[in-house]
């Protein structure tokens, strides 16, 4: 009997346990290191409204990618919390997402998740295109350290002018998923201190 009590008890923490996991999602937790090392937690993206996709042909004969399937290409989901990243010795600061991995020192600065990568890269000079239009191009992802496999990304350029110096930023993501809206918010962050 006392048997029975126990597994019966075992079994309902299990499945508790299973429930708690399937409902739970990794991108409303807080990371106290990127908050420790960028300053100031920032609300999160306005919310993407349909026709903004920013890709040719979107949409086309093609059925929309699950919640799942999005996370696992890259798409940066709607309720992201972004953090502010402020660098003192190039003079800039910029919101980038929580929990990516940031690598770089001085004027050149990479946050990565997956194959979207956010690149901004200071120096002297002035901006090729009108300070801060947008200009995309295509190319191919770093190779997979563990497949190998390399991806076409599209990029998405800026450049800011500011007394003798431009900031280029490039948003690079997978083609074919949709971070119009996070890297629109990304873009219009960034300023000059």
């Not at 026709?51 to 798409?75: H, I, M, R, W």
């Not at 120096?123 to 239009?133: D, M, V």
Request: glycine share 12%.
């Amino acid at each position: 009997m006392k048997l029975r009590v126990v597994v019966t008890a075992l079994t309902g923490v299990l499945v508790a346990g299973l429930l708690l996991t399937a409902c739970g999602s990794s991108n409303g937790e807080s990371s106290s290191t990127d908050e420790a090392a960028t300053g100031a937690t920032v609300g999160s993206a306005a919310p993407k409204t349909e026709g903004q996709s920013g890709e040719e042909g979107a949409g086309q004969g093609a059925e929309a990618p699950s919640e799942a399937e999005s996370a696992a290409t890259g798409d940066i989901p709607d309720n992201q919390t972004f953090l502010v990243f402020k660098d003192p010795g190039a003079g800039y600061s910029i919101r980038y997402p929580e929990g990516w991995a940031r690598k770089g020192q001085g004027n050149d600065i990479t946050f990565k998740e997956k194959a979207n990568v956010i690149h901004i890269a200071v120096k002297p000079g002035t901006a090729r295109s009108k300070s801060g239009e947008k200009t995309t191009v295509t190319r191919q992802s770093a190779p997979d350290p563990v497949t190998g496999k390399r991806l076409p990304l599209t990029v998405d350029v800026y450049e800011f002018e500011k007394g003798g110096k431009v900031a280029v930023l490039e948003l690079s993501t997978p083609e074919g998923v949709d971070n119009v809206d996070a890297y629109r918010l990304i873009s219009e962050s960034f300023a000059w201190r």
